[in-house]
T-cell receptor
Framework: GAGVSQSPRYKVAKRGQDVALRCDPI?????LFWYQQALGQGPEFLTY????????KSGLPSDRFFAERPEGSVSTLKIQRTQQEDSAVYLC???????????FGPGTRLTVT | KNQVEQSPQSLIILEGKNCTLQ??????????LRWYKQDTGRGPVSLTI?????NTKSNGRYTATLDADTKQSSLHITASQLSDSASYIC????????????FGAGTTVTVRA
């Protein structure tokens, strides 16, 4: 079946703009995770959903970052008033059970100019 | 401070040769350790996962070892192929929050013909 998909794959934003990154998990996967991967670094945990409930958002770097998963399927990571330090690859992962094996999408590369 | 350290940062090997990657971690209390392969522009893909009681785990030409006492792990690649060129990331989870993966920065392996 289809894996985790993310869109857009690449996003260029001017400093101060708002962006929205989309994640479509594997169908039926109840858990969804967002990670931020800076250039040359491993991914860092941002937030976690089980169905529509956001159970852990301890990794979100500031209140400019907001994630939602209103119907327990597709998730959106929104970044308000983007800054240059937000430039990174944003990875989404999903799993069928908790905690379970996490299956990663290809990521969205965000560049803030 | 990163709780997962990997070495070397990068290495180049000739096709058909073997190599070993190292991972040291301080994540505690330990739950499990995974090795992921990440191709350029793609999300990480799990190779192996080991819990406290497991010393070694194989997946084809990939063999991972774990010494939970010294908090060290290694990934051995046998008879390397060009398709093994990728970043290999060591990922450790802590007990009770094992959904929150702690990633190393990765070792970039380049296999040359």
């Amino acid at each position: 079946g289809a894996g985790v998909s993310q869109s857009p794959r690449y996003k260029v934003a001017k400093r101060g703009q708002d962006v929205a990154l989309r994640c479509d998990p594997i169908s039926g996967h109840v858990s969804l995770f967002w990670y931020q991967q800076a250039l040359g670094q491993g991914p860092e945990f941002l937030t976690y959903f089980q169905n529509e409930a956001q159970l852990d958002k301890s990794g979100l770097p500031s209140d400019r970052f907001f994630a939602e998963r209103p119907e327990g399927s597709v998730s959106t990571l929104k970044i308000q008033r983007t800054q240059q330090e937000d430039s990174a690859v944003y990875l989404c992962a999903s799993s069928s059970v908790f905690p379970g094996e996490q299956y990663f999408g290809p990521g969205t590369r965000l560049t803030v100019t | 401070k990163n709780q997962v350290e990997q070495s070397p940062q990068s290495l180049i090997i000739l096709e058909g040769k073997n190599c070993t990657l190292q991972c040291n971690y301080t994540v505690s209390p330990f739950s499990n350790l995974r090795w992921y392969k990440q191709d350029t522009g793609r999300g990480p893909v799990s190779l192996t996962i080991m819990t406290f009681s497991e010393n070694t785990k194989s997946n084809g030409r990939y063999t991972a070892t774990l010494d939970a006492d010294t908090k060290q792990s290694s990934l051995h690649i046998t008879a390397s192929q060009l398709s093994d060129s990728a970043s290999y990331i060591c990922v450790v989870s802590a007990w009770r929050v094992d959904y929150k993966l702690s990633f190393g920065a990765g070792t970039t392996v380049t296999v040359r013909a």
